[in-house]
């Protein structure tokens, strides 16, 4: 008898294409990543950044369309604050306040259309 892959299995393999991410990120922010890759395109497309500041990593997903916030996680995929977005644009106000300067590197843009 062949061995066959059940088609629940199958379509599973299939449907979970994996995002081209640009740089090494933890687990949970790679499966974030990859949730955005696998729902519907933002707009505008999504895009992750890593911000390095005073010796902590951080990453920042953009938001999706107007007034929403744009979150950043430690890499622990805990919310830290919201640095842009809301109503007013300046974010939630309950960011740190970083003494050194953010070195921001693009980690993954959505390029589909």
């Not at 895009?47 to 920042?60: F, Q, R, T």
């Amino acid at each position: 008898m062949k061995n066959i892959l059940p088609l629940s299995v199958l379509m599973v393999l299939v449907s979970c294409k994996k995002p081209d991410i640009k740089t090494d990120v933890p687990d949970c922010i790679e499966q974030k990543i990859s949730k955005l890759y696998n729902d519907k395109v933002q707009n505008p497309p999504a895009k992750v950044y890593k911000w390095e500041v005073d010796g902590e990593v951080y990453y920042l997903f953009t938001a999706d369309c107007c007034d929403q916030y744009s979150y950043l996680y430690d890499e622990e995929c805990k919310v830290v604050c919201a640095p842009t977005g809301g109503f007013t644009g300046g974010g939630d106000g309950t960011c740190p306040e970083w003494q050194g300067e953010v070195v921001e590197t693009l980690v993954w843009e959505d390029d589909r259309d």
